[in-house]
């Protein structure tokens, strides 16, 4: 990874709809390399999405929560495909230490995540569960969103 | 223009936002059959209301050179102070105060154990958790909800 290779993902990272005309005049990388950069980091999965955060709650999703799980092995595979398929899960991630996966949920009330919560449990023998309800999103998605401290990271990293 | 005919375009144009946010007005507005002066008007208003708080592009960090991404859960006695160490690192990647057992969810990104390692010696010299649970963390999905359930 070059440092200029960086430079472009944290313009991304900073704002997905940055125009290349002033990405470039920013980075002083032309706009055709710039294009083939970010063809290439899509290709190759570097990009895997670029997407817009919301506040859900102006749409009426008032419950946002952060729920551990674990199960058996053998149970494992169910969970993951049902927690992988729900549409109110948001982010799903694998986690170690004393639990299995991890998944961030958007619902409309916390009555909704009790429901999901007792439906996965009825189609899952679960070996544990918990609950952290989200009361504010401080930050997020913030690493590398900035350009003059990504250049920071990178004189570090060398 | 009834209110729910605008919270229903805004709900439309919020999902196709989720999808691919990099896309032109135009193209968004094509796909979901709205004018682009409408498309124009209604992402302005997304955008001042602080509906859509940012466009973000979700990246591979492991590609970039930074392999271990840890999920933190913490408590303290010093909310304030732990918050503020915490939204100014640069390892952090996203900090969320969270009700129940933990005060907070943080979640940040290392290039090596090494660095890892000194995140948790400055945070152990400063003598702020009372209860911790660190995680490595491993990505499946990200970011997917649709308002509506919409696929």
Known sequence: MKMSDLLIVSYLRQNARIKLTDMSRATKI????????????????????????????????????????????????????????????????????????????????????????????????????????????????????????????????? | MGYSKMKEREIRLVNEFRKNSRRSLTNIGMNIDMPLSTVFKAVNRLYKGQVITKNICLIDFAQMGFPYKLGIFLTTGKKDELKKFLAEHTNLNTLLRLSGDYDFYVELIFKDMAGLQDFADELKDMQLIKKISIHFVTDVKQEEFKIGGEK
């Open chain 1, 30 to 158: 032309p706009v055709s390399t710039l294009f083939d950069k970010i063809k290439t980091f899509e290709v190759h999965g570097l990009i895997r999405k670029n997407t817009a955060l919301v506040r859900f709650e102006r749409f009426g999703y008032q419950a946002k929560a952060m729920i551990v799980f674990s199960a058996r092995k053998k149970d494992r595979q169910k969970l993951l495909e049902l927690l992988n398929k729900n549409g109110n899960v948001n982010s799903l991630c694998r986690i170690n230490n004393e639990w299995d996966y991890m998944v961030e949920v958007v619902f409309p009330g916390v009555k909704e995540v009790e429901d999901f919560l007792e439906d996965i449990e009825e189609q899952v023998n679960l070996k544990n569960k918990k609950i952290f309800y989200v009361i504010d999103e401080i930050k997020k998605e913030e690493f590398l969103a900035n350009p003059k401290t990504a250049q920071m990271i990178w004189g570090t990293q060398k």
